[in-house]
């Protein structure tokens, strides 16, 4: 009896284990296969034939400084924290320390690294955004890991990550990329003109800019449908739109070259998160680069859908809002219409228009309710060398009147009636960046 139990227990057990099996292969096929984990041999640093002026150049486009420099220190030596739903990690050392940094690193592993997210450390998070910059030629890269040797070397060590189980376990990651990452190169189209694809390679490579303006799936991943599509960034709270023929259809090409590496231009300026990009990186683009940049984007599909609000991926409160005691219109004249004028149109460039805004049109109102609570100021550029400040008016004016502000511009210059309540405001104030 006990032999017939036993026997029924592997007949069943043992296709499984087979399906289970084929379908592990199948995933870690598609994610790469075993390629990726095969890092080249650690240590022995070879001189790289970059070209390290070159370097320098894609290493501001790609923004490294952002992510690698915790605020207030020393430029790539990492430390700077990530917030995640998954806890928090904190970039590395890019500078050639020989102990926590590049310094004993060669030319192989670099490229390995960047291009397969796996070092001499195991499988990297995805908050580095490997899946992009496996599109850089050998030459970029090389020219990249040659300027960050110039670097004075810097003995730092970033604090530890803080994630909570199964992230913390580097061995979870190869699940996760079996699930959700693939590989895919950039196909060449024969009609694609020169500008289309530099904007091309530079938006979806160096400048990974779906790592913001792409819609999240599950675990944090970016499928292909949410390619640019707009959504929450993660840990930092503002709304990316989306990047794509519709949201940009206001822009020329050459109009939004200038926005890309100025922080302003005739719809408006950048702010938050943007305006740290524009400041760190895109400013310093090539007016050819800039430009490129801006004919590819323009030549993305606008997404599907209508964009209206969605109570279920933003955080809107709960339930609807009761009727707000303030008069949104009123508010407006008194604290916003000397600047923005009575019809939202803005005044030249220094008070950008609502209507039309992104942070007025978007369905997720986070960006406009920040902008109204904290104030805001775009980057300061060789374009923009004095722009304007928006004040704060958290402390000023109380939640209620925040939200009745809000939705009265949101209602008659963005087409979005889902008013934003006063527990709305409340909940964008627990929002945080680092």
């Not at 916003?336 to 992104?358: N, T």
Request: hydrophobic content about 35%; some cysteine.
């Amino acid at each position: 009896m006990i032999r017939r139990i036993v026997l029924w227990s592997v007949l069943i057990a043992l296709p499984l284990l087979l399906l289970g099996a084929a379908l592990g292969g199948v995933l870690l096929l598609r994610q790469g296969g075993l390629a990726p984990y095969r890092t080249p041999a650690a240590g022995g640093a070879a001189v790289t034939a970059g070209d390290a002026t070159e370097g320098a150049y894609l290493a501001r486009i790609g923004n490294c400084l952002t992510c690698h420099t915790v605020r207030g220190g020393i430029a790539l030596a990492g430390g700077r924290p990530f917030r995640t739903d998954y806890g928090t990690l904190y970039s590395t050392n890019l500078t050639p320390d020989p102990k926590t940094g590049l310094g004993d690193w060669s030319a192989e592993e670099f490229r390995h690294a960047m291009r397969h997210g796996v070092s001499r450390h195991g499988v990297l998070y995805p908050a580095f955004p490997y899946a992009n910059f496996a599109h850089l030629t050998d030459s970029d890269l090389d020219s990249l890991f040659a300027y960050l040797r110039t670097l004075a070397p810097v003995e730092a060590t970033p604090p530890p990550n803080d994630l909570e189980w199964p992230a913390r376990w580097r061995g979870a990651l190869v699940g996760w990329r079996m699930l959700h990452y693939r590989p895919v190169p950039l196909p060449e189209p024969a009609d694609a003109s020169p500008d289309w694809l530099r904007g091309r390679y530079l938006v979806d490579g160096l400048g990974h800019c779906t790592m913001c303006h792409g819609t999240r799936g599950a675990q944090g991943s970016l499928p292909a449908e949410g390619y640019l599509a707009g959504g929450r960034i993660p840990g930092q709270g503002w709304y990316a739109p989306p990047l794509d023929a519709r949201q940009l259809a206001r822009y020329d090409v050459d109009q939004l070259a200038e926005y890309l590496s100025t922080g302003n231009g005739e719809h408006g300026a950048a702010y938050g998160s943007m305006a740290e990009v524009v400041y760190t990186s895109l400013r310093h683009l090539r007016p050819d680069d800039a430009r490129a940049m801006a004919t590819y984007l323009k030549s993305v599909p606008a997404h599907g859908g209508d964009e209206k609000p969605d109570t279920g991926r933003f955080l809107y409160a709960a339930a609807q809002p009761t009727v707000n005691p303030h008069n949104g219109a009123r508010l407006y004249q008194d604290h916003c219409a000397s600047c923005h004028g009575d019809g939202g149109e803005g005044r030249d460039r220094d008070y950008p228009p609502l209507r039309g805004a992104v942070s007025v049109t978007a369905p997720d109102p986070v960006n406009a309710v920040r902008l109204v609570l904290y104030g805001g100021v775009p980057p300061t550029t060789a374009g923009n060398p004095r722009p304007h400040s928006m004040p704060p008016f958290a402390g000023r004016l109380s939640n209620a009147e925040i939200a009745a502000i809000v939705s009265h511009i949101r209602r008659n210059w963005g087409e979005q009636d889902r008013p934003v309540s006063a527990a709305d405001v409340a909940t964008y104030y627990g929002i945080r960046g680092d």
